[in-house]
């Protein structure tokens, strides 16, 4: 019996995986940006809410999967942390600072979206309205009386639309300057001894983050062995391009099966929700991009994808395929997953639920 669960298991995976590789195949060949990870999410995701089978089956990934190649991905922008970038890191401090400013604000207004307009109650119109840390808002949020399913679609459909939208908004705002690649140029080189390194990146540093509770473990803690490695330029590598189109598949697949089992009603019903408070987000983010390019050097298309309301793999993906400050980019995301789940749980029991309450 177990072994017919795993064999079924197995091939809703291989299915599903099978479905994203083709789809990011033909938006490749579309000319798409980010093709390996948007044509996955949008064709498994509407496959999952069509509620169409694969082989008998609804689309699948388990979290293992995605969880796997989730730290590839930060060893590979952690390939960005070059002695140069690293150098010029101290000069962050304003963009970085601003970000609690921003989370707040954005947090407050998105807040008021869903309590005014959709008449959620308090606790998921709060941790629905947070730009960051999609699980644990959702398990934070049901553990304070929210609808975590509704806080968790919500989350993901922000996601969604972000990943769709901003490709399309840099094209028109950011021209290149150099090559762009999926990988940096020395992922050609790889040798044993890299290998080796790299490896050990991946797995120390997600066991490791996760043992110190580091936010985002799956990605920031390789991220950070593999920034260490390239900074001091131990290594030059990269992992190989092959493997980090797989991850990329496996990731958007993973996000579009999330959508697998809801109704077309309550999938419409949420994501109309999430399109009006995404673009509320989006609103934020550009005054908070135009206003912090007075003061800093940084390109403000590179400031628009610091500041997006996207995931930390996601939004440092796009960062890489125009070969825009992805270390810059990636580390502000890091930071703001790290405040949303600090600063904004710490708000909810000492502030806004006494409001609430009083009220």
């Not at 101290?90 to 604000?105: D, N, Q």
């Not at 407050?108 to 869903?114: A, M, R």
């Not at 077309?264 to 609103?283: C, D, N």
């Not at 298309?301 to 395929?321: K, Q, R, W």
Request: aromatic share 8%; net charge positive; hydrophobic share 55%.
């Amino acid at each position: 019996m177990a072994a017919s669960g795993h064999l079924i298991a197995t091939t809703k995976t291989l299915a599903t995986v099978a479905v994203g590789a083709a789809a990011g195949w033909a938006t490749s060949e579309a000319g798409l940006p980010l093709p390996w990870m948007m044509g996955p999410m949008l064709v498994v995701g509407l496959i999952g809410i069509a509620g169409i089978q694969l082989n008998g089956h609804s689309v699948h990934v388990p979290m293992w999967l995605r969880t796997m190649m989730v730290p590839i991905i930060g060893v590979m922008l952690g390939s960005g942390f070059t002695p140069a970038v690293v150098a010029g890191m101290r000069e962050w401090w304003i963009t970085l600072s601003a970000l609690v400013v921003y989370i707040v604000a954005t947090s407050g207004l998105v807040y008021q979206f869903y309590r005014r307009v959709y008449r959620f109650d308090p606790a998921t119109s709060y941790f629905a309205s947070i730009p960051g840390g999609l699980i644990d808002m959702a398990i934070i949020g049901e553990g304070q009386g929210g609808d975590g399913r509704t806080i968790s679609l919500i989350h993901f459909s922000r996601i969604l639309i972000s990943v769709i939208a901003l490709p399309f908004l840099m094209r028109h705002i950011y021209t290149p300057t150099g090559p762009t690649s999926l990988v940096p140029d020395g992922s050609a080189t790889m040798e044993l001894r890299d290998l080796v390194l790299l490896g050990g990146c991946a797995v120390v540093g997600y066991f490791g983050g996760r043992l110190i509770r580091l936010p985002g473990a799956q990605i920031s803690g390789p991220l950070a062995l593999s920034a260490i490695l390239h900074a001091t330029e131990i290594t030059v590598a990269s992992p190989p391009v092959w493997l980090i189109i797989f991850a990329q598949i496996v990731v958007g697949s993973a996000l579009g099966a999330r959508f697998a089992g809801v109704s077309i009603k309550a999938a419409g019903k949420l994501m109309v929700a999430a399109i009006f408070a995404t673009m509320i987000m989006f609103s934020m983010t550009l005054v908070s991009a135009l206003a912090l390019s007075q003061f800093v050097d940084e390109p403000l298309a590179a400031l628009i994808l610091a500041y997006a309301p996207g995931g930390v793999t996601e939004m440092s993906l796009i960062a890489l395929s125009l070969n825009i400050g992805v270390a810059f980019i990636t580390s502000h995301h890091i930071a703001r997953i790290a405040l949303s789940i600090g600063l904004m749980p710490f708000l909810w029991r000492h502030v806004v639920s006494k409001r609430v309450d009083e009220a």
